[in-house]
């Protein structure tokens, strides 16, 4: 039993096992390091300079929580958070019930200029955001949206990629399911939401995932269209920490870098299980 056991161990420790585990272990080490450092120093004592003490593991909770509790209550943080959720909440709802919905369409139904209507959509992936800001930015002043969670979260509710992912996935879809529903009477929007809808919810957990992730750390767009400080998303509230004319510590600018991005781990290592079976099903496999 034992030389079984000896002969399957030198089996599986073969030269490119070790290559694939020595690869994955240095890629993990410098992904991890970085955010393993910042937590360290947040909750250490102040006063240490960092190239003196480099500070490879946290050494006291009560300084960690005075340091967040001066972030969230010193400034308008708190008041950012709450933006950035209702920001992130408000476009990702609206984005996955428009290009849902609008992938229903173009993956399980025909009509008129299908196929070149889906092909300007995702030409939209090629053009880089910064060639449509200003002409996004004169239709949401236009609307009186500046300064606004509406003007924040609705341009990005149009999502070509989002509508390339759910139709990828709609597109296996048994239409047997369609027709039987159509039989039993439902409408083609009842088809949809009690049919397609719960049949993709992997597709909906994997979008609603990235989504999340892209509206946390969006920079650009908030800083273009808040104006005012009550309006600032948590990437912007950060800037206040590390910007050349602040002089906060470096235990309180990576306290509040820790604090910003904090919900975006906890989303991913919640729902990471999810978000790698939605991108396996919907066909990006090839």
């Not at 102040?46 to 209550?73: C, M, Q, W």
């Amino acid at each position: 039993m034992n030389t079984k056991i000896v002969s399957r161990l030198r089996h599986s420790l073969t030269i490119s096992n070790l290559l694939k585990w020595l690869v994955a272990i240095l890629w993990f080490v410098v992904t991890i390091y970085p955010l393993w450092w910042m937590f360290s120093v947040v909750f250490t004592p102040a006063g240490v300079p960092v190239a003196i003490n480099p500070r490879l593991y946290p050494t006291s909770l009560t300084d960690g929580i005075a340091h967040i509790k001066e972030v969230i209550f010193g400034s308008e943080f708190l008041r950012s958070y709450l933006v950035s959720f209702a920001y992130s909440g408000l476009q990702i709802g609206g984005m996955l019930l428009v290009c849902s919905m609008a992938a229903y369409e173009f993956s399980l139904h025909n009509f008129p200029g299908k196929n070149i209507l889906f092909f300007i959509c995702l030409s939209a992936l090629m053009v880089p955001g910064v060639v449509t800001l200003i002409p996004t930015y004169r239709i949401v002043a236009k609307l009186g949206w500046l300064d606004t969670i509406w003007g924040l979260a609705v341009p990005g509710i149009a999502s070509a990629f989002a509508l390339f992912l759910f139709r990828q996935f709609m597109e296996n879809i048994p239409r047997e399911l369609l027709d039987a529903a159509q039989i039993d009477g439902a409408s083609h929007f009842g088809v949809f939401w009690y049919v397609v809808r719960p049949l993709s919810s992997n597709a909906y957990t994997t979008m609603g995932v990235l989504g999340f992730m892209f509206a946390w750390g969006n920079f650009l767009w908030p800083l273009v269209i808040s104006r005012k400080a009550a309006m600032y998303t948590i990437s912007l509230a950060v800037t206040h920490y590390i910007g050349p004319q602040t002089w906060y510590p470096i235990e309180i600018t990576l306290t509040a870098a820790f604090l910003a991005a904090l919900p975006p781990i906890i989303v991913y290592i919640v729902l990471q299980r999810y978000l790698v079976e939605g991108i396996a099903l919907t066909g990006l496999k090839g």
